[in-house]
């Protein structure tokens, strides 16, 4: 239901672009909220940030200098832009969808395969 | 922010009982959700909010939570249930999205 897009290899210094499409729901739905999580190789989960339908964000304070989530609901995708990258920014990028039961009490139903992307020169 | 902490490893032998165990501060007071990554593949929910099951998940898989520590049981444990187990919470502040450092599950 969800499919990553975007280059597998990403230069030094320069910009990661992703793009998540939605398929079998809508992301102008207001039970969800859209995320990208990132996986490091050997290692966790790391949830970069999330936004609402309405366009609302949420950034992990450890990236939010140089993250961008932005939803275009007419073509039923969002998008995740870092800059800066390092290598330290090579990991697996997961979108997912976050369900908002109520609040204090949301958890990722729905997630892409995941892509990875790799920070090299 | 708040943390939750995970055991690295847990190994159980087929038949059995696996208990993968996720810590926090009052995490009692919390609602709890579960994830299961194979190797190669997509995490998937397999337990939210503490104790509920997603529809296709076995029965074999049960939450429970209380206190400090909320608890994934996965009983009659098969091969295909080695996977790295991951616990997340909800958390109300500037960082609201938690996840435990996950633990490899190992079916002897």
């Known amino acids: 239901q969800l499919q990553e897009s975007g280059p597998g290899l990403v230069k030094p210094s320069e910009t990661l672009s992703l793009t998540c499409a939605v398929y079998?729901?809508?992301?102008?739905?207001?039970?969800?909220?859209w995320a990208w999580i990132r996986q490091p190789p050997g290692k966790g989960l790391e949830c970069i940030g999330t936004?609402?339908?309405?366009?609302?964000?949420y950034y992990n304070p450890s990236l939010k200098s140089r993250v961008t989530i932005s939803v275009d609901t007419s073509q039923n995708q969002f998008s995740l832009k870092l800059s800066s990258v390092t290598a330290a920014d090579t990991a697996v990028y997961f979108c997912?969808?976050?369900?908002?039961?109520?609040?204090?009490?949301?958890?990722?139903?729905?997630w892409g395969q995941g892509t990875l992307v790799t920070v090299s020169s | 922010s708040y943390v939750l902490t995970q055991p690295p490893s847990v190994s159980v032998a087929p038949g059995k009982t696996a208990r993968i165990t996720c810590g926090g501060n009052?995490?009692?007071?919390?609602?709890v959700h579960w994830y299961q990554q194979k190797p190669g593949q997509a995490p998937v929910l397999v337990i939210y909010?503490?104790?509920d099951r997603p529809s296709g998940i076995p029965e074999r898989f049960s939450g429970s939570n209380s206190g400090n520590t909320a608890t994934l049981t996965i009983s009659r444990v098969e091969g295909g249930d080695e996977a790295d187990y991951y616990c997340?919470?909800?958390?109300?502040?500037?960082?609201?999205?938690?996840f435990g450092g996950g633990t490899k599950l190992t079916v002897l």
């Open positions: 997912a969808r976050l369900f908002l039961a109520a609040v204090d009490m949301s958890w990722f139903d729905s």
């Open positions: 009052n995490i009692g007071s919390k609602s």
């Open positions: 936004i609402s339908y309405r366009g609302s964000t």
């Open positions: 909010y503490n104790e």
């Open positions: 997340q919470v909800w958390e109300s502040s500037s960082d609201p999205v938690v």
């Open positions: 079998g729901g809508s992301t102008s739905s207001i039970s969800y909220s």
